[in-house]
């Protein structure tokens, strides 16, 4: 299980993503991340609850008009930073969450690294990022 919020606002998110993930904490205790668009795209991930996550959100002084967040019980990959959702492309231009199982990921991965792209996490969802990345690459539909 996990929980997922997405804001878009004439004002900061940070706030509107953080009591979003407050009150899915229920749906993930391993940890929680937030990806925020503002002059590019800036990530923060944390193990543990929502409380770390805020308290490192506010020491970066995270701002921005568009975002997601995430709060995550682990199906694949240890409950770790770096397992953490959200999880962003080799260019750190595209960011994703996810909320279910990627049956043929470990296929997906193996195809991906043989393109050059680099896995950071264990976890099944990164593959989406490098493969949006890929077909965006390559001007494919991702419809496909």
Same mark, same amino acid.
């Given at each position: 299980?996990?929980?997922?919020?997405?804001?878009?606002?004439?004002? #900061?998110?940070?706030?509107?993503?953080?009591?979003?993930?407050?009150?899915?904490? %229920?749906?993930?205790?391993?940890?929680?991340?937030?990806?925020?668009?503002? #002059?590019?795209?800036?990530?923060?991930?944390?193990?543990?609850?929502?409380?770390? +996550?805020?308290?490192?959100?506010?020491?970066?002084? +995270?701002?921005?008009? +568009?975002?997601?967040a995430h709060t995550r019980w682990a199906t694949h990959g240890a409950p770790t930073e770096i397992n953490a959702h959200p999880h962003t492309d080799d260019t750190g231009n595209i960011a994703v969450v996810h909320?279910?199982?990627?049956? #043929? %990921?470990?296929?997906?991965?193996?195809?991906?690294?043989?393109?050059? %792209?680099?896995?950071?996490?264990?976890?099944?969802?990164?593959?989406?990022?490098?493969?949006?990345?890929?077909? %965006?690459?390559?001007?494919?539909? +991702?419809?496909?």
């Amino acid at each position: 299980m996990c929980g997922i919020v997405g804001a878009v606002a004439r004002r #900061n998110v940070v706030p509107l993503l953080l009591e979003g993930l407050k009150r899915l904490e %229920y749906r993930g205790y391993d940890s929680a991340g937030l990806a925020i668009i503002s #002059n590019g795209l800036h990530c923060v991930r944390s193990i543990g609850r929502v409380a770390q +996550l805020e308290a490192q959100a506010h020491a970066e002084q +995270l701002s921005g008009e +568009l975002g997601i967040a995430h709060t995550r019980w682990a199906t694949h990959g240890a409950p770790t930073e770096i397992n953490a959702h959200p999880h962003t492309d080799d260019t750190g231009n595209i960011a994703v969450v996810h909320n279910g199982i990627i049956e #043929n %990921y470990e296929a997906l991965r193996r195809q991906l690294q043989q393109q050059g %792209y680099v896995f950071e996490s264990e976890t099944d969802t990164e593959v989406i990022a490098h493969l949006v990345h890929s077909c %965006y690459a390559r001007h494919q539909d +991702l419809a496909r």
